[in-house]
């Protein structure tokens, strides 16, 4: 089933449950009235809601028409987020970029950000910021949202927690990144608020293409209407999000509701880079990616961070062509101040 | 007022409001079922809750006996939970014990850190972990919880943000904190879940010991009984809260019901670190500020980190003697996933 979170008057919105298609909607506050108390009780709320989009795709029962630019992230806030760094070929570059060796236990010891959780974007609002000098970018992303977890838990246990899958846009401020991580806390005002698909699926929806803990299809990112990335999410993935959430739980429970992240899709060519999808390869799922490779290539990044004014879309489709989780598409903006409420 | 959240079925407590002298207490259910929704609509809750506290201290309405043992962290689960590190003394004397300089901006560009508020400790509940080995230890420092803050809010802007004041033990591996600094991205595993001061105040509950942002009087960290540290929360306290909150609000807009944190409190002696209070000094608030101290004047650690078995308190007093926000108590236990739910 697919699940979204309709705005309302509230901080949490309202729960609604989304045809397969995303066309229609049904209102699901007999069950929850938000998406993070179902996932509260996930063992009652789940059963209920899969009625609930049974009978939507049956066409019976009462619904309304879908419209992504009503809804909010699946959830508007949360109690955690923590991103998880997997496509290690992408952290690879980065130390490339700047001449540093990766360590070799990044391949087989996650990294992972605790991000901020306490106010997401919906994916449909502006990326607000002060000044283009920060360096905006995007990184596309899938994520999952788990159930309870105990402290070390396995990464089978951690892989079966898994409730409700996504896309992200972990939007980051490249020109802050440097000088945060080199105070040693990690990041902070270099990571603003992250914005998530419209909708939120549970992974039978993905049939096939969700395996091995993975999901096995492309975000599409665009910039400004134009292909920019396709990579798979599927391929080049080095920790799965059992993993992912396992190496999360090592040392404390993970509580219903928290959100683990992928890191930013990247795939390899060959032994190499990849290409952009103008040179007939896959693309990038961020602009850092292809600054780097232009830096390791050319000598220098050629590639502009993003501008004011411009538009980012994040999707995903089935081997139909259908779009499963709606688009993020955000265009950014300056913040003046002026939008304080 | 004070303010605590009882413990019942639910995930979030139930919200009630605590007699100065924390003897009694009234269910706070009519205003907010919980802190957080309270917090949510702070205009409308808090003058109601304040009324429920002056019918408390009258001796008029219902009251029962107030335990601390009954409650949780006042805020059991939180969007945000972000630790500032500000009594910057110990950040130098963390660089000096491994022989490396600080950078000046620190005194100028406060550390922070993005903690997990997924899953508190009740501030009653043991400290579970799976090895001593990962060197646990307390850290007792002072928190705010904060209204919504627009980001970009200046620090005078953020100060007047603050609702709350709480007291933390930020409980840390220091066993993990290496390799996993060394990896970039800041704290994870080696910052497990922390624990909050039974009883949350407004700042008028602390009278002339809150001002400047900051509160003027010492955590009391004890181990085992024995006292350990008494450093003053408004000395060499470099960043106040306003200016940690405006820290956290650069990039991203802060929720109600965030919380940030001061870092470990720490003093220094004259030019020189702190003694232990057996030498006549103010103690530690943490281990690794003790250990910090041998290693540069004895050559390396002698203290050890917490065992098994071990309790820490932390509190603080009036100037009367009197506890303001109740006890944290937690004893160190072994964890052997049989806790597992």
Redesign the interface.
């Known amino acids: 089933m697919k699940l979204a979170t309709l705005k309302d008057s509230t901080?949490d919105g309202q729960l609604i449950v989304v045809s397969r298609d995303m066309t229609r909607f049904t209102h699901a506050g007999e069950v929850a009235r938000t998406l993070q108390a179902a996932l509260?009780d996930w063992g009652e709320a789940a059963p209920k809601l899969a009625r609930l989009a049974e009978r939507l795709e049956a066409g019976s029962g009462q619904s309304e028409r879908f419209d992504q630019r009503r809804v909010h992230s699946p959830l508007p806030?949360?109690?955690?987020w923590?991103d998880g760094?997997a496509y290690v070929n992408h952290v690879e570059l980065v130390r490339r970029a700047r001449n540093a060796e990766m360590?070799s236990a990044?391949w087989t010891?996650p990294?992972?950000?605790?991000?901020?959780?306490?106010?997401f974007l919906a994916p449909r609002d502006p990326i607000?910021?002060?000044d283009e000098k920060?360096g905006i970018d995007m990184e596309g992303e899938v994520a999952v949202i788990v159930d309870?977890v105990?402290?070390?838990?396995t990464a089978e246990q951690a892989g079966n927690a898994i409730r409700l899958v996504m896309l992200v846009n972990d939007v980051s401020?490249r020109g802050?990144i440097p000088d945060e991580?080199?105070?040693?806390?990690?990041?902070?005002?270099?990571k603003?608020?992250s914005a998530f698909s419209p909708v939120a699926a549970t992974t039978d929806e993905l049939g096939e293409a969700w395996r091995d803990g993975k999901i096995h299809l492309p975000p599409l990112v665009s910039l400004n209407g134009i292909p920019f990335g396709r990579a798979n999410a599927g391929v080049d993935m080095t920790f799965n999000f059992g993993q992912l959430i396992a190496?999360?739980a090592?040392?404390?429970?993970?509580?219903a509701?928290?959100i683990i992240g992928s890191g930013t899709v990247s795939n390899k060519r060959g032994s190499g880079p990849g290409k952009p999808i103008t040179e007939g390869g896959d693309g990038y799922s961020c602009i850092a990616e292809i600054r780097m490779i232009e830096t390791i290539e050319r000598g220098g990044p050629r590639t502009p961070y993003l501008h004011f004014g411009d538009t980012v879309r994040i999707e995903m489709n089935d081997e139909h062509g259908a779009s499963i989780f709606g688009a993020i598409e955000q265009t950014v903006q300056r913040?003046s101040?002026d939008?304080?409420?």
């Open positions: 901080r509260d806030r949360a109690y955690q923590a760094s360590p990044f010891d990294l992972m950000y605790q991000g901020g959780s306490d106010c607000l910021a002060g920060y309870d105990p402290m070390g838990a401020l802050l991580l080199a105070k040693g806390f990690g990041f902070f005002q270099s603003p608020s190496h999360a090592k040392t404390r429970a993970l509580t509701g928290s913040y101040g939008e304080r409420q």
